[in-house]
């Protein structure tokens, strides 16, 4: 970005002048501009399509190129002009033009009608850089929030967005898997893709089938698909129900071959996640023999590859998170060359440069996927998502990943809101976009004007306090935050995760003065987005659990001495809370999952 001194002044008898080869293309990328220039400046720009127009009347001029180049990169690139007589688009594709779009948005909701003269030459880090959003534990957005999302990540550049799924789609093969989830439908998935596609976006379809089968195989229809029918001990504790397909047995890939049938006719993408992680029960029940001759990581790449024939069968690129192929270094190499490994972590000091350098010395493309670090957690962890999402940047751009995916996982209920991810959501985008740029970017301020819309910083810093709660504890909780646990978990499990934290009740303290700081500000947040009293609940709503929580680390003694507590008027708390969590749930999102969510709060 060049400044060159002076204003541009944004009148309201321009045109906006649209010059390509096939004017359609950039269409709906004139119309975005105008919508941005009916917001926040006032003025009513039309589009025109031809040379007649004189150069006095032209406030936009906006070329755009028709190239078939490869360049993934190339495409999203452009270059923005603004002088005192006019503002200048310039792309090689519809893409570029349209993130010369976003950037003239934010320019506008920051300037108004006088824009600062400046150049800015642009293009991404990443050719693809998305975000993933769980909605299979338990949280099913509406269309409306979904429409909503994915306008908030196009404008933060993101190009790819995926939705994890175990059973919630309406298969209608198998009615039984999602009864009563409230799922997406082959038609929403069509109408959510066409909206996405408008706006540059991949929806890549997320599809687990290998672990995580649980909501599959609990039925009686499936069970004797599960490697452990009747569940298992494994490396995480005693599985009370079946979570994995046994790789052995035939009816294990003609269910996976059924799944794919009935959901990949709705996507357009040419990618899919097939998931395939975190196999935790894989060799402790059916398949055991099979495992102690060949080693649970050749069973698991056989099936795996029996995957990959079939994703390739429908002319798709396979993508599968890379966790266990991971733990087996030494079959990297046997992957097919045209997978993509999704190499995942969610902790600021994930080994993604030593992953990533694996998977590049054996030719297999991948993605860097770290995480909006809010799920167990409420509120978010702020600091720890930053560093998260720092380090899969500059690992993945160093060992040439070929994507980036910030995930954001609903695990324990889903219990966070969703704006507790907002603020990891811009900054994952921006450092995809560009690490030199935005690796220091006050994300506060940035998200408080382009996310809350508030000019004043105030709702920014909020979030940002909001996520860094957790650090006013002195010991530390992976995965999620000692409040977040506490809500979720039982006793024992408490115990047991925190026998070696310090029973000093000076944190406790600590941290309850910090929720009442944030609790004073919230009445205050004032946001020009039409959501802002419901983010203001949200933000509310989240404090009163990560209370909750501590109270109930308190009241059970963990990590600190036990404190007495009227038992009577806990449960009226935890009903209090459970219908405060039932009315910010359906201000987004459906009924289905909500009553399994809320029993994640214990008592």
């Given at each position: 970005m060049t400044l060159n001194g002076g204003v541009c002044e944004v009148r309201p008898?321009?045109?906006?002048?649209?010059?390509?080869?096939?004017?359609?293309?950039?269409?709906?990328?004139?119309?975005?501009?105008?919508?941005?220039?009916?917001?926040?400046?006032?003025?009513?720009?039309?589009i025109h399509a031809s040379d007649a127009a004189p150069a006095e009347t032209i406030g936009l001029l906006m070329t755009i190129g028709d190239t078939d180049e490869a360049d993934e990169v190339g495409k999203q690139r452009y270059t923005l002009d603004i002088t005192p007589e006019r503002i200048t688009v310039t792309a090689p594709a519809a893409a570029g033009a349209f993130y010369a779009v976003m950037t003239l948005t934010q320019l506008l909701r920051q300037y108004g009608r006088a824009l600062p003269a400046l150049r800015i030459e642009d293009g991404p880090d990443f050719a693809r850089r998305g975000v993933m959003l769980d909605i299979s534990r338990d949280k099913v957005p509406t269309m409306k929030t979904l429409f909503e999302l994915v306008d908030l990540l196009a404008e933060l550049k993101v190009n790819e967005f995926q939705l994890y799924t175990e059973h919630t789609f309406a298969f209608r093969r198998h009615p039984r898997v999602w009864a009563n989830a409230s799922p997406m439908t082959g038609e929403e998935i069509m109408q959510l893709d066409a909206y996405c596609r408008a706006r540059?976006?991949?929806?890549?379809?997320?599809?687990?089938?290998?672990?995580?089968?649980?909501?599959?195989l609990i039925h009686d229809a499936y069970r004797h698909l599960a490697e452990c029918p009747n569940g298992c001990e494994t490396a995480w504790g005693y599985f009370a129900e079946p979570f994995t397909l046994c790789p052995l047995d035939p009816g294990s890939i003609k269910l996976v071959e059924e799944i794919f049938e009935e959901v990949l006719p709705h996507y357009t993408s040419r990618f899919f996640n097939v998931g395939c992680d975190e196999t935790v029960d894989l060799g402790n029940g059916r398949s055991k023999a099979e495992v102690e001759a060949k080693g649970v990581g050749r069973v698991y790449l056989e099936f795996l590859l029996q995957i990959y024939e079939r994703v390739k069968r429908h002319g798709r690129t396979m993508q599968f998170w890379g966790d266990i192929i991971m733990a087996h270094p030494e079959l990297v190499a046997e992957l097919p060359k045209d997978v993509i490994a999704m190499e995942w972590g969610y902790e600021h000091d994930h080994p993604f440069a030593e992953h990533g350098a694996t998977f590049a010395a054996s030719g297999i493309p991948f993605y860097v996927c770290g995480g909006t670090s809010s799920w167990n957690s409420i509120g978010g962890r702020t600091e720890n998502a930053i560093g998260n999402l720092l380090n899969a940047a500059e690992s993945g751009k160093r060992h040439g990943a070929v994507g980036f995916l910030n995930t954001d996982w609903g695990d324990s209920g889903h219990l966070q809101p969703l704006p507790a991810s907002y603020l990891p959501y811009a900054y994952g985008a921006g450092v995809s976009w560009c690490i030199q740029t935005n690796r220091d970017v006050d994300i506060a301020r940035a998200v408080s004007l382009h996310v809350f819309g508030d000019p004043s910083g105030a709702t920014g810093a909020f979030a940002y306090d909001l996520g860094n709660v957790y650090t006013h504890i002195p010991f530390r909780t992976h995965n999620g935050t000692a409040y977040g646990y506490a809500v979720t978990s039982d006793e024992e499990t408490l115990r047991r995760r925190f026998k070696e934290a310090p029973a000093d009740r000076r944190w406790l303290t600590r941290v309850k003065k910090e929720l009442d700081r944030l609790e004073a500000i919230v009445p205050t947040l004032k946001m020009a987005s039409p959501d802002a009293a419901l983010i203001r609940r949200e933000f509310a709503y989240a404090l009163h659990l990560m209370r909750y929580g501590l109270a109930r680390l308190e009241r059970l003694g963990v990590a600190a001495k036990p404190a007495t507590l009227d038992l009577k008027a806990v449960a009226r708390e935890r009903r209090r809370l459970v219908a405060e969590h039932h009315r910010v749930w359906l201000a987004r999102n459906r009924p289905g999952g909500m009553e399994d969510s809320a029993a994640n709060i214990r008592l």
């Amino acid at each position: 970005m060049t400044l060159n001194g002076g204003v541009c002044e944004v009148r309201p008898d321009r045109l906006i002048v649209l010059k390509s080869p096939r004017p359609a293309q950039g269409f709906f990328e004139a119309q975005e501009a105008q919508r941005a220039l009916s917001q926040y400046a006032r003025v009513t720009w039309h589009i025109h399509a031809s040379d007649a127009a004189p150069a006095e009347t032209i406030g936009l001029l906006m070329t755009i190129g028709d190239t078939d180049e490869a360049d993934e990169v190339g495409k999203q690139r452009y270059t923005l002009d603004i002088t005192p007589e006019r503002i200048t688009v310039t792309a090689p594709a519809a893409a570029g033009a349209f993130y010369a779009v976003m950037t003239l948005t934010q320019l506008l909701r920051q300037y108004g009608r006088a824009l600062p003269a400046l150049r800015i030459e642009d293009g991404p880090d990443f050719a693809r850089r998305g975000v993933m959003l769980d909605i299979s534990r338990d949280k099913v957005p509406t269309m409306k929030t979904l429409f909503e999302l994915v306008d908030l990540l196009a404008e933060l550049k993101v190009n790819e967005f995926q939705l994890y799924t175990e059973h919630t789609f309406a298969f209608r093969r198998h009615p039984r898997v999602w009864a009563n989830a409230s799922p997406m439908t082959g038609e929403e998935i069509m109408q959510l893709d066409a909206y996405c596609r408008a706006r540059h976006i991949d929806l890549v379809p997320n599809q687990n089938c290998f672990g995580h089968m649980r909501r599959w195989l609990i039925h009686d229809a499936y069970r004797h698909l599960a490697e452990c029918p009747n569940g298992c001990e494994t490396a995480w504790g005693y599985f009370a129900e079946p979570f994995t397909l046994c790789p052995l047995d035939p009816g294990s890939i003609k269910l996976v071959e059924e799944i794919f049938e009935e959901v990949l006719p709705h996507y357009t993408s040419r990618f899919f996640n097939v998931g395939c992680d975190e196999t935790v029960d894989l060799g402790n029940g059916r398949s055991k023999a099979e495992v102690e001759a060949k080693g649970v990581g050749r069973v698991y790449l056989e099936f795996l590859l029996q995957i990959y024939e079939r994703v390739k069968r429908h002319g798709r690129t396979m993508q599968f998170w890379g966790d266990i192929i991971m733990a087996h270094p030494e079959l990297v190499a046997e992957l097919p060359k045209d997978v993509i490994a999704m190499e995942w972590g969610y902790e600021h000091d994930h080994p993604f440069a030593e992953h990533g350098a694996t998977f590049a010395a054996s030719g297999i493309p991948f993605y860097v996927c770290g995480g909006t670090s809010s799920w167990n957690s409420i509120g978010g962890r702020t600091e720890n998502a930053i560093g998260n999402l720092l380090n899969a940047a500059e690992s993945g751009k160093r060992h040439g990943a070929v994507g980036f995916l910030n995930t954001d996982w609903g695990d324990s209920g889903h219990l966070q809101p969703l704006p507790a991810s907002y603020l990891p959501y811009a900054y994952g985008a921006g450092v995809s976009w560009c690490i030199q740029t935005n690796r220091d970017v006050d994300i506060a301020r940035a998200v408080s004007l382009h996310v809350f819309g508030d000019p004043s910083g105030a709702t920014g810093a909020f979030a940002y306090d909001l996520g860094n709660v957790y650090t006013h504890i002195p010991f530390r909780t992976h995965n999620g935050t000692a409040y977040g646990y506490a809500v979720t978990s039982d006793e024992e499990t408490l115990r047991r995760r925190f026998k070696e934290a310090p029973a000093d009740r000076r944190w406790l303290t600590r941290v309850k003065k910090e929720l009442d700081r944030l609790e004073a500000i919230v009445p205050t947040l004032k946001m020009a987005s039409p959501d802002a009293a419901l983010i203001r609940r949200e933000f509310a709503y989240a404090l009163h659990l990560m209370r909750y929580g501590l109270a109930r680390l308190e009241r059970l003694g963990v990590a600190a001495k036990p404190a007495t507590l009227d038992l009577k008027a806990v449960a009226r708390e935890r009903r209090r809370l459970v219908a405060e969590h039932h009315r910010v749930w359906l201000a987004r999102n459906r009924p289905g999952g909500m009553e399994d969510s809320a029993a994640n709060i214990r008592l």
